[in-house]
């Protein structure tokens, strides 16, 4: 099975990252990327979802969102997954031009590759969850199964 790697936004794939200047529509408002979903989600409800929101950049967002100064939603653990998943979803659902490009990957493995994360990455020695990864082939199938899916 071929393997595609992904991180830096200015990589082949950077549209797979969550920095990735791609805007998405969810809850009912616009974020400018799908990493600004994410860090706010885990203050969801209270001021500081909005202030993640309102960042100009994703590394802002990010580092906002692993600020433990502020409240961090108890049930995030549990949730964290789901929360990914809905961004990612929208993101390729919102795009057509992402969508092509992620279901032209076919079968092939799709890894974060970054020794920054070994939770959403591979933790860049192959050791870690890939969990982004993981999420990405997750959409990719439900868009080929949407494709081949009679109208």
Known sequence: MPVIEFYSTAADYGCFSNFSRHSVFLKGKRWLTTEH????????GTEHEEKVRRTKKP????AMGRDRK????????SVKDQVMLE???A??????DLREILLATGDAKLVEHTENDSYWGDGGDGSGKNQLG??????????????????
């Open 59 to 62: 590394s802002e967002a990010a």
């Open 91 to 96: 993101k390729f659902a919102q795009h057509d």
């Open 37 to 44: 979903f994410f860090q706010a989600q885990k203050f969801a």
């Open 134 to 151: 993981q999420i990405l082939m997750r959409v990719r199938e439900e868009l080929q199964a949407a494709e081949v899916a009679p109208e």
């Open 70 to 77: 502020l409240p961090l939603r108890r049930d995030w653990e």
């Open 87 to 89: 961004a990612v979803r």
